[in-house]
């Protein structure tokens, strides 16, 4: 069990540019989850994928933002023509599909700062 | 719809002394409860869970909940502060008996301990 990884650990870009995070999760579990979390807050859940379907996204998911498990393994969120309030931590998290409710296990997380 | 509430941002306690953390969550159907703690510019590891069954719940580090439904409380304690438990701990909640597990986050507890 190596963990959830996820890179990079921070990002600075500008303002308008397109921004791409990717997310390994522990490899058995097949349920992943994107969760953004801003200064001062909880995490809020953005999106669920069930091995490689995306079954889930939250409204705070605009049009802008798109994720992707092609394979059912790693996972990338892509952020285009960045805006200033997508600043926060964007974490990543995997469980296991056996059972209802297994507990999630979160990486590190990507720092996204916008210029 | 569930939410959680987190009573008290900031709480500061003495090495030694009780923790004591607060949450209350809604929620229209049987929820399972979660804590989690972050310390700085890291993910969340879980701290424990509460699914079915005994309603004390004992996790890591010591820590311990207690749910009580007739309160709509999962509030955390620890009998005795460690300096190492200075963190931020968040109250999750998800729906429970569904096939995976979106978890709505409190806004978090910011725990201090002075020597």
């Known amino acids: 069990d190596t963990g959830v990884s996820q890179n990079p650990r921070h990002k600075i870009t500008k303002r308008g540019q397109n921004v791409t995070f990717r997310c390994d999760p522990i490899s058995e579990h097949n349920r992943l989850y994107w969760y953004r979390q801003t200064l001062g807050q909880g995490p809020e859940f953005l999106t669920y994928?069930?091995?490689?379907?995306?079954?889930?996204k939250s409204r705070l998911l605009s049009d802008r933002f798109s994720a992707e498990r092609p394979k059912g393994s790693f996972s990338t969120l892509e952020i285009q023509r960045t805006e200033q309030g997508d600043s926060a931590m964007y974490l990543c998290a995997s469980s296991s599909d056996r059972g209802s409710n297994q507990p999630q296990h979160f990486g590190d997380g990507t720092r996204l700062s916008i210029l | 719809a569930q939410s959680v509430t987190q009573l008290g941002s900031h709480v500061s306690v003495s090495e030694g002394a009780l923790v004591l953390l607060r949450c209350n969550y809604s929620?229209?159907?049987?929820?399972?409860l979660f804590w989690y703690v972050q310390y700085p510019n890291q993910g969340l590891q879980l701290l424990l869970k509460y699914t079915t069954g005994a309603t004390l719940v004992k996790g890591i580090n010591g820590f311990e909940a207690e749910f009580k439904k007739s309160e709509t409380s999962f509030h955390l304690t620890k009998p005795s502060a460690h300096m190492s438990d200075a963190a931020e701990y968040f109250c999750a909640v998800s729906r429970g008996g569904t096939s995976y597990g979106k978890l709505t986050f409190g806004q978090g507890t910011i725990l201090t301990v002075h020597p």
């Open positions: 929620s229209s159907v049987p929820p399972y």
């Open positions: 994928f069930q091995n490689e379907a995306q079954l889930e």
